[in-house]
């Protein structure tokens, strides 16, 4: 399995950044995906995450109205879309797939406990 993590890069306070991830070796359907990030000297935080069939999303309080999760089953990807960008969005986001009940498209994960598999991770700088 892998899930290779993409759109990271230097942005100013305020701008944007498209965040992408692309799965591989793995049902994709199958999965709950979510996105997470770690500042430098601070544990990994939830960031948001969306349910299989793309229905259902939940986002950190840090992030929520700023930042948009979405999903192409098709293609086996997520994204998540990053707004207004604050210097303490600086962090290495992650991208990540948890199992999920076959017959539950709607359940979504926000601990980080619930997922299978990570990706490596993309700098995410903002600049004051």
């Known amino acids: 399995v892998q899930l290779q993590a993409s759109g990271g890069g230097l942005v100013q306070a305020g701008g944007s950044l498209r965040l992408s991830c692309a799965a591989s070796?793995?049902?994709?359907?199958?999965?709950?995906m979510g996105w997470f990030r770690q500042a430098p000297g601070k544990e990994r935080e939830f960031v948001a995450t969306?349910?299989?069939?793309?229905?259902?999303?939940e986002y950190s309080d840090s992030l929520k109205g700023r930042s948009t999760i979405s999903r192409d089953n098709a293609k086996s990807t997520v994204a998540l879309l990053l707004n207004s960008l604050k210097p303490e969005d600086t962090a290495v986001y992650f991208c990540?797939?948890?199992?999920?009940?076959?017959?539950?498209?709607?359940?979504?994960?926000?601990?980080?406990?619930?997922?299978?598999?990570w990706g490596q991770g993309t700098l995410v700088t903002v600049s004051s």
């Open positions: 969306i349910s299989r069939d793309a229905d259902n999303t």
């Open positions: 990540a797939a948890g199992r999920a009940n076959f017959r539950h498209t709607s359940t979504i994960y926000n601990s980080a406990r619930e997922y299978h598999f």
């Open positions: 070796g793995l049902t994709f359907t199958n999965y709950v």
